[in-house]
C-alpha cells in the first residue's frame, strides 16, 4: 500500500511541476490571489490592412476604386483616409457592411466592375514613337490618331474628346515658367486646380466650354505635355479615364529607344527636285512634316499638294514658276554606285545654298553608304551612267547609353520606281527632262512653330 502511495505522488508530481513547484511549505498556509486584468488585443483598422498588403495590390485596389468613380487621387498604393473612403463608398453602393477593408467577395466584384469599365472605353497602355511618351488611351472614345512633327493628337469622331501629346526643346525651362505659359495659352483658360513641383505640374479647369487637365514634365531641356479636352457632358465618363491617364503617364520611360526620335527643328532645310516646268517639286515627306509654311528657296512658298505616308514622298507646288528644269526620271534600273545631288544645311555650309555632290553605294536593301550630310534629305540620285535611282532620306536614330542622344543619320533610297508611280498618280509626267541634276534641285524650308 505504502509503495501504491509512493507512485501515485510520483505521477501527479511529474504531470503537474507547476502544481508541485507552488504547493504551500506547511500544511494551513494558502497564498494570497492575484488581481488579473485581461489583456485585449488592440483591434485592427482599416488603415493597418491595407498597410500590410503589398504595394502592387493597393495599387490596382486604387485603381479599380478610380475606375468607378469612387477614388480620385494619386494611384501610388500610399495608404490614406481617401483610400479607406472610397472602399467605403464601394461597400455602401454594393448595400454592404461599411468596414473600410475588401473581403475576398468584394475584391473579386469590385476588379470585375474595373474590367467591364476599361473594355467599354477601349482602355490600353501605347508607346507613341513620335513623342517618346509611354500612356494610357481609352481607344473606342478617341478612335481617331494624327500626328505631327509637334507631337500626336487622338479624338472622337465628333471632337468632344481631346488627347494632345506634345513634345519639345526649351533653353532652361521650369515647371513655374511653364505652368504659367500653360495658363495663359490659350486664352481665356480658367484654372481651378493648379499644383506645380521641381520636375512637373498639373492644371485643370476650362478651356473655353470643354474641361481640360493638363500635365507637364521636363527633364534637362525638353518637355513633355499631355492635355485632355472633354465636353462637359462627358464628364461622367471621362473623370474616373483622367484620373488612370494621369497615373499612367510616363513622360520619359527608361530606354534608348523610349526617347524616340530627336525633336524636330523650328527650322529644317531639306533638297526637293523640279518634275515639272510649271512648278511641281518632289521632296521627302518628313523634311515637310507639321511646317506652318514651306518655302523654295529663290521662289517663294509652296503648297504640299500630295503625300505618300508608306513612302514618305511629298509633292509641292509652287505658282507663277517660269523656267523651271525637270530632272530626266529614267526607267532603266540603276547600278549601286551613284552620285547624290542636293544642297546641304546651311550651317554645314557657312551660310550658303551652293549644289555639291557626293557619292554613295546603295545596297540591295537601298540603304545608303556613307550617308550624306544635313540637307541631303529629298536630293536625287544617279548613277554613273545617268540613270535615276530614287529619293534620298535621311533618318537620325538614337545612340544608347547613360544619356540618349541623337547618333548620325542613316540614309536610304526611295527606289525610282515608287517615285514614279507616286508622281504618275498625282498627274505628272515623268518623260523627258534635263540629265543634269544640279539645275533641278532646289532648297526647301520648313518652318514650325
Known amino acids: 500500500m505504502r509503495s501504491a502511495i509512493a507512485a501515485s505522488l510520483v505521477i501527479?508530481?511529474?504531470?503537474?511541476?507547476?502544481?508541485?513547484q507552488t504547493a504551500p511549505a506547511a500544511t494551513g498556509l494558502r497564498p494570497k490571489p492575484v488581481a488579473t486584468v485581461p489583456v485585449r488585443p488592440a483591434l485592427q483598422t482599416p488603415t493597418d490592412t491595407a498597410n500590410a498588403m503589398a504595394q502592387a495590390e493597393r495599387q490596382s485596389i486604387q485603381s479599380d476604386l478610380?475606375?468607378?468613380?469612387?477614388?480620385?487621387?494619386?494611384?501610388?498604393?500610399?495608404?490614406?483616409?481617401?483610400?479607406?473612403?472610397?472602399?467605403?463608398?464601394?461597400?455602401?453602393?454594393?448595400?454592404?457592411?461599411?468596414?473600410?477593408v475588401l473581403n475576398?467577395?468584394?475584391?473579386?466584384?469590385?476588379?470585375?466592375?474595373?474590367?467591364?469599365?476599361?473594355?467599354?472605353?477601349?482602355?490600353?497602355?501605347?508607346?507613341?514613337?513620335?513623342?517618346?511618351?509611354?500612356?494610357?488611351?481609352?481607344?473606342?472614345?478617341?478612335?481617331q490618331q494624327s500626328s505631327d512633327a509637334n507631337g500626336a493628337k487622338w479624338t472622337s469622331a465628333t471632337g468632344t474628346i481631346q488627347i494632345q501629346m506634345a513634345r519639345r526643346k526649351e533653353a532652361g525651362p521650369t515647371t513655374a515658367k511653364l505652368a504659367e505659359q500653360e495658363k495663359k495659352e490659350p486664352a481665356g483658360r480658367k484654372i481651378d486646380y493648379s499644383v506645380v513641383k521641381p520636375d512637373f505640374f498639373v492644371l485643370s479647369g476650362m478651356q473655353g466650354l470643354?474641361?481640360?487637365?493638363?500635365?507637364?514634365?521636363?527633364?534637362?531641356?525638353?518637355?513633355?505635355?499631355?492635355?485632355?479636352?472633354?465636353?462637359?457632358?462627358?464628364?461622367?465618363?471621362?473623370?474616373?479615364?483622367?484620373?488612370?491617364?494621369?497615373?499612367?503617364?510616363?513622360?520619359?520611360?527608361?530606354?534608348?529607344?523610349?526617347a524616340g526620335p530627336p525633336p524636330r527643328k523650328s527650322v529644317e532645310y531639306g533638297t526637293g527636285i523640279v518634275v515639272s516646268e510649271d512648278g511641281?517639286?518632289?521632296?521627302?515627306?518628313?523634311?515637310?512634316?507639321?511646317?506652318?509654311?514651306?518655302?523654295?528657296?529663290?521662289?517663294?512658298?509652296?503648297?504640299?499638294?500630295?503625300?505618300?505616308?508608306?513612302?514618305?514622298?511629298?509633292?509641292?507646288?509652287?505658282?507663277?514658276?517660269?523656267?523651271?528644269?525637270?530632272?530626266?526620271?529614267?526607267?532603266?534600273?540603276?547600278?549601286?554606285?551613284?552620285?547624290?545631288?542636293?544642297?546641304?544645311?546651311?550651317?554645314?555650309?557657312?551660310?550658303?545654298?551652293?549644289?555639291?555632290?557626293?557619292?554613295?553605294q546603295a545596297a540591295s536593301d537601298l540603304a545608303l553608304t556613307p550617308a550624306p550630310g544635313l540637307g541631303f534629305s529629298g536630293a536625287p540620285a544617279l548613277d554613273a551612267d545617268g540613270v535615276f535611282a530614287g529619293m534620298v532620306q535621311l533618318k537620325p536614330v538614337l545612340a544608347a547609353g547613360p544619356t540618349v542622344a541623337a547618333a548620325a543619320p542613316q540614309a536610304a533610297l526611295v527606289s525610282?520606281?515608287?517615285?514614279?508611280?507616286?508622281?504618275q498618280a498625282n498627274g505628272v509626267a515623268t518623260a523627258g527632262g534635263s540629265p543634269d541634276p544640279r539645275p533641278s534641285v532646289v532648297r526647301v524650308i520648313c518652318v514650325r512653330k
Open 12 to 20: 501527479v508530481t511529474t504531470a503537474c511541476p507547476a502544481l508541485a
Open 66 to 100: 478610380a475606375w468607378l468613380g469612387h477614388y480620385n487621387g494619386a494611384i501610388n498604393g500610399e495608404v490614406s483616409e481617401r483610400m479607406v473612403a472610397a472602399i467605403k463608398a464601394f461597400q455602401k453602393d454594393r448595400g454592404g457592411k461599411q468596414t473600410g
Open 104 to 143: 475576398p467577395q468584394e475584391r473579386g466584384a469590385l476588379a470585375e466592375a474595373a474590367k467591364k469599365r476599361q473594355d467599354n472605353v477601349g482602355w490600353k497602355i501605347v508607346f507613341d514613337a513620335g513623342t517618346g511618351v509611354r500612356l494610357g488611351i481609352p481607344a473606342k472614345l478617341v478612335p
Open 210 to 258: 470643354k474641361k481640360f487637365y493638363l500635365r507637364g514634365q521636363i527633364r534637362g531641356d525638353e518637355v513633355r505635355i499631355l492635355t485632355i479636352l472633354y465636353d462637359q457632358a462627358t464628364e461622367g465618363t471621362m473623370e474616373p479615364v483622367v484620373v488612370a491617364m494621369s497615373s499612367a503617364f510616363n513622360p520619359f520611360p527608361n530606354g534608348a529607344q523610349a
Open 280 to 360: 511641281a517639286i518632289l521632296t521627302d515627306r518628313q523634311v515637310v512634316d507639321g511646317c506652318l509654311s514651306i518655302v523654295v528657296a529663290g521662289h517663294g512658298n509652296a503648297d504640299r499638294t500630295a503625300e505618300d505616308k508608306d513612302h514618305d514622298l511629298a509633292l509641292l507646288r509652287i505658282y507663277g514658276a517660269r523656267d523651271l528644269t525637270p530632272l530626266r526620271l529614267n526607267a532603266v534600273p540603276a547600278k549601286p554606285a551613284v552620285a547624290l545631288t542636293g544642297i546641304a544645311d546651311p550651317q554645314n555650309q557657312g551660310g550658303g545654298s551652293a549644289v555639291s555632290t557626293v557619292k554613295a
Open 416 to 423: 525610282a520606281g515608287t517615285v514614279r508611280e507616286f508622281l
